[in-house]
């Protein structure tokens, strides 16, 4: 038989050793005492917090400051677009959109506007980073996900057009509805590849493992495979995804790394508050600001929109909930780079700040299904539907600088005066009240940038992470979620890495490779 190489997902080279697992404070462990995790419910980091409320024109004008205009002369793939994060390459935006989907799912019909109970939310995916949007519920459960061996993913079919020779769709019912346990991760073709990336990698953990312990059970190998293909992704959200977004004195605060031993330092989550809202609706959003114009996945297609708005016909953009065409191979070397930093033909993301790209006013009904198809406002309804605090009051909860009026910028980070306003400017009664999602957005602006008076002054000053409320909000969230759950790498310290080099030698850089290239028959 030939033998061949086949290009897989890997993200993390690390070593693994044993170790003792560390105590957390002890105020995370008396909470632990009274909620030892989440279940499936959402609820508050900040509940003594007042909901703030917003008017109608108020939203609208936030919603039209923040949704850009369609861009009608992109930048030519050979210059550096103004819009662009040096820092971080296109493809953590989705990868980051994978692990959303992994965490948190209320699926319940929602017009946006009705006023609604947190503690009556459902959340249908399971608080960890267990992978349950790519295995379901298990083999026995989730059959149809499987092959009849019961230990391997069905695999999709295979996509030309990448150098990826292995690349594939998402596997497909004859009506062209993907057979995959979270049905958003058909969303679009970027995280459709990701999700096919996974079920690739943990193929080939099944075939390695029977290769070497042909003893086993189909249930046996099927399980240490997926603990594997698990314990590599929470690596890569620890250690490579999270230094990218959040800034690192306070990940480092709050999950300590001594000698490559991981302990958790938790001041505002507990398992308590389930899935916080403040997470969900707002701090994790930020990706949404990240989103590129356009992408090149391959040589062969041209650069094309997340969505275009006429939803039903593939090819002429990247929206999925269908077949993918035959040539829409991806190419990760066009979205992750080794180095972690601009390199060149590898697209990067977009700044974090609180403008979002045409594309994402354009939502496919699928998507939508209700309420708006522009993001922008759906993400505002959505958090003042649910009583979110203000973005003001949440930092002073969390003992930081409060900014000022006039350096909340809502728009474009480009430095350009006509592309971002001071929020007070858009509607004076907004004075000191900024929604949770622009807050954040904004901060981080306001972070890499020096802004006074309502404009952007001097060269970049930091690189686009999110400011301290998202920082701290995601990064309790991500951390308290794996304390909480007995099987994470914190608690069995399955890895004892250092940080530093591990990114420095490895980011999930070549979704190419998740662990590293397994020779199959």
Same mark, same amino acid.
């Given at each position: 038989m030939t033998r061949k190489r086949i290009l897989t997902i890997s993200m993390i080279a690390m070593s693994t050793l044993t170790s003792s697992v560390a105590s957390a404070f002890e105020s995370t462990q008396?909470?632990?005492?009274?909620?030892?995790?989440?279940?499936?419910?959402?609820?508050?980091?900040?509940?003594?917090?007042?909901?703030?409320?917003?008017?109608?024109?108020?939203?609208?004008?936030l919603t039209k400051a923040i949704m850009a205009e369609p861009e009608t002369n992109p930048t030519p793939e050979t210059e550096i677009d103004a819009e662009e994060n040096l820092d971080i390459p296109a493809g953590y935006t989705y990868f980051g959109q994978f692990v959303d989907h992994d965490l948190t799912l209320d699926?319940?019909? %929602?017009?946006? =506007?009705?006023?609604? @109970?947190?503690? +009556? &939310?459902? %959340?249908?995916? =399971?608080?960890?980073? @267990?992978?349950? +949007? &790519?295995?379901?519920?298990?083999?026995?459960?989730?059959?149809?996900?499987?092959?009849?061996?019961?230990?391997h993913l069905l695999e999709g079919k295979l996509l030309t057009g990448s150098t990826d020779t292995g690349a594939r769709d998402l596997p497909r019912d004859s009506r062209g509805q993907a057979i995959v346990g979270d049905p958003r991760n058909d969303e679009n073709r970027i995280v459709a590849g990701i999700h096919s990336m996974f079920i690739r990698l943990h193929n080939q953990q099944v075939d390695r493992i029977l290769r070497e312990q042909s003893q086993l059970s189909s249930s046996e190998v099927f399980s240490l495979a997926r603990k594997a293909v698990v314990a590599q992704y929470q690596q890569l959200v620890v250690l490579d995804y999270l230094p990218k977004i959040i800034d690192r004195r306070i990940l480092d605060r709050v999950l300590s790394n001594d000698n490559g031993s991981l302990t958790a330092n938790l001041s505002f989550y507990s398992s308590c508050m389930q899935m916080p809202v403040e997470f969900a609706v707002a701090a994790y959003r930020f990706g949404h600001s990240q989103v590129r114009g356009l992408y090149r996945i391959n040589s062969e297609v041209d650069r094309l929109p997340v969505f275009s708005g006429s939803f039903g016909t593939p090819g002429i953009d990247l929206v999925g909930f269908s077949a993918a065409p035959s040539n829409f191979g991806i190419d990760w070397s066009r979205f992750f780079s080794r180095s972690g930093q601009a390199e060149t033909g590898v697209q990067l993301s977009y700044k974090i700040d609180a403008s979002i790209t045409n594309s994402l006013s354009l939502l496919p009904l699928p998507v939508t299904s209700a309420g708006p198809a522009n993001l922008a406002k759906r993400n505002l309804l959505r958090s003042s539907q649910l009583g979110l605090p203000t973005g003001q009051d949440v930092a002073r909860a969390l003992g930081v600088r409060v900014l000022r009026d006039d350096e909340i910028l809502i728009g474009k980070a480009t430095g350009v005066a006509t592309e971002a306003t001071a929020i007070t400017k858009l509607a004076p009664s907004l004075a000191g009240k900024t929604p949770l999602w622009a807050y954040i957005l904004a901060e981080s602006t306001a972070s890499a940038y020096r802004v006074v008076d309502g404009a952007i002054v001097g060269q970049q000053r930091a690189p686009f992470r999110l400011g301290p409320v998202g920082s701290q909000i995601v990064a309790e969230t991500f951390v308290g979620l794996l304390a909480s759950d007995p099987n994470s790498i914190i608690n069995t310290q399955q890895s004892r890495v250092n940080r530093d080099v591990t990114n420095r030698h490895s980011e999930i850089h070549k979704l190419r490779e998740i662990n590293k290239h397994f020779e199959i028959d």
């Open positions: 008396a909470l632990a005492a009274t909620c030892s995790m989440p279940t499936n419910g959402y609820g508050r980091m900040f509940a003594n917090l007042p909901a703030a409320t917003f008017s109608a024109s108020e939203i609208d004008a699926d319940r019909p %929602n017009d946006l =506007t009705s006023a609604t @109970d947190v503690s +009556s &939310l459902v %959340n249908l995916r =399971t608080p960890q980073f @267990d992978l349950d +949007s &790519l295995y379901g519920s298990g083999p026995v459960t989730s059959a149809k996900l499987y092959n009849s061996d019961s230990m």
